[in-house]
């Protein structure tokens, strides 16, 4: 199966996106990636394999991560509600009108404001590995008093963070750098091929010009609002809650959580994952996924 790949102009910026399917007779799906990470997170057999059940799956780049712009933030600062937007102008650039959408980590955030601001463009929300709360990295290292109503990351997720070290400069030092960072996420969860993840780096870094500009991500979310419980609690929307049961970063809180606030949800728990969307667990998140939106699509 083919991809497309495209420059999207939007909400100021360019963003980079990868389309997988047949956009004429397909209901589309947005996937939405967490904070600095590119779409090719998203694994290209979940990609194929929700376009080979007739959908038309749309993954792309955040602003200041891979092939998508680069802004200077000291001047243009900008918040979730910004990143919310630069997804509707995705979705409104390609005329995708009801689409179902599924967010990541901070995609969760970004996918949960789309259904809260923009409800009339969303068909169904899948919710994975995150949170009602704008919780970033930095808060992982918050030792003395925790500000919301849910665990903090773990200090075993705080503490394999701290063990990396600044960023490296040379190429094969910046594949060791990221795959300490996603060993870290994962946590506990079942191990992942790091064969198959070092491939995924060094294209990742090829992408990238800029690393640290993901950095921005964070400040998004630290000027955001802190929650969207009060907002989550009118959401119609049908919305399935993927979660890990070892996920270090959102420990399993925060899905039991949504699915508390979101009362046109289901959750699964897959107990042997962690804050990491890897191989093994694509076919169970897939065929989840598909089951979900099946009961939801457009005629």
């Known amino acids: 199966m083919f991809a497309i790949k495209r420059l999207i102009r939007t909400n100021g910026v360019c963003l980079w996106c990868e389309t997988f399917g047949n956009e004429n007779d397909h209901t589309a799906i947005l996937l939405v990636q967490g904070s600095g990470a590119q779409g090719l997170l998203w694994p290209d057999e979940f990609c194929k394999k929700l376009a080979e059940n007739r959908y038309y799956v749309v993954r792309y780049d955040h602003r200041d991560t891979g092939r998508s712009s680069y802004v200077n933030y000291e001047n243009d600062p900008y918040t979730l509600k910004d990143l919310m937007e630069d997804a509707k102008g995705v979705l409104d650039t390609l005329a995708l009108k009801k689409t179902h959408v599924i967010g990541s980590s901070m995609g969760g955030y970004i996918a949960q404001l789309l259904?809260?601001?923009?409800?009339?463009?969303?068909?169904?929300?899948?919710?994975?590995?995150t949170s009602p709360l704008s919780i970033s990295l930095e808060h992982a290292f918050f030792d003395d008093e925790n500000p919301f109503s849910l665990p903090l990351p773990t200090r075993e997720f705080a503490d394999a963070l701290l063990k990396i070290g600044p960023l490296?400069?040379?190429?094969?030092?910046?594949?060791?750098?990221?795959?300490?960072?996603?060993?870290?996420?994962?946590?506990?969860?079942?191990?992942?091929?790091?064969?198959?993840?070092?491939?995924?780096?060094?294209?990742?870094?090829?992408?990238?010009?800029?690393?640290?500009?993901?950095?921005?991500?964070?400040?998004a979310v630290n000027s955001s609002p802190p929650s969207r419980e009060k907002e989550l609690k009118n959401l119609s929307i049908p919305t399935l809650i993927v979660h890990g049961l070892l996920d270090p970063f959102f420990p399993i809180e925060h899905a039991y959580a949504l699915q508390k606030i979101i009362?046109?949800?289901?959750?699964?728990?897959?107990?042997e994952m962690g804050h990491l969307f890897h191989e093994a667990f694509v076919e169970q998140v897939a065929n989840a996924v598909i089951h979900h939106l099946k009961h939801h699509d457009i005629s």
């Open 115 to 129: 259904g809260i601001f923009h409800p009339e463009k969303v068909l169904t929300l899948t919710l994975m590995m």
């Open 168 to 219: 490296p400069q040379t190429q094969e030092g910046l594949i060791r750098y990221m795959l300490s960072i996603w060993s870290a996420y994962n946590g506990k969860g079942l191990a992942y091929d790091k064969t198959s993840w070092s491939s995924l780096a060094q294209i990742w870094l090829e992408k990238s010009t800029n690393l640290s500009a993901s950095y921005h991500h964070r400040l």
């Open 263 to 271: 009362n046109s949800s289901t959750l699964l728990v897959i107990e």
